[in-house]
């Protein structure tokens, strides 16, 4: 589904309980971004990263940077600029992922993509009972409800998967949950290639 498909990663967030920077943490021989970029380019050739600002991840990326809206708060603002992106690629679907996943499965795009159906504009990931916001698979279409939502005040992304129309999607854990992140230095220890938490992920 690559031809139709674009992958964003949102790396917009500040950080602050990893104490900052965290798109450039180091994860093994790459950062937390750069992993993010190698799963993102499993699921399409056509792949961008969604900022608050450039300096967010220093020119250590070799994608497109998308500069999100100031005027949108929290990770809402990275949907609106990765389906304003798939939209100008001519995409039908984009998916986004968040910057701080290193173990994403490897059937993400394309399950998510199964469990969507007519009347529904996204696919989220589920595990554990726990929906994941940042994973999920949008049509393009849902941008054209995004001025109606912001109107109401709302910035969260479960509201406005909810208000149009969203589908979630099981993942069970094999032995780790495939969409742990690393929100501190100690999860990102955690999940370094040398504890084997790349055993059941994508390359």
Known sequence: MSGSLAVVVLAGGEGRRMGGAKPLRRLGPTTLVGRA???????????AVAVRDGAQVAGGVDAPLLLDDPAIEGPLAGLASA?????????????TLPCDSP???????VRLQGGLSDGQRVAMGRSAGRLHPVCALWRVEALDALPAYLATGRRS??????AVGMAAVDWPFIEIDPFSNANTPGELEALQPDRGAFAHASP
């Open 37 to 47: 970029l190698v799963l993102a380019r499993i699921y399409s050739r056509n792949v």
């Open 83 to 95: 389906l304003r992106f798939a939209a100008g690629q001519g995409a039908d679907c984009v998916l």
């Open 103 to 109: 173990c994403l499965p490897p059937d993400l795009a």
């Open 157 to 162: 992304l479960g509201g406005f998967a909810a």
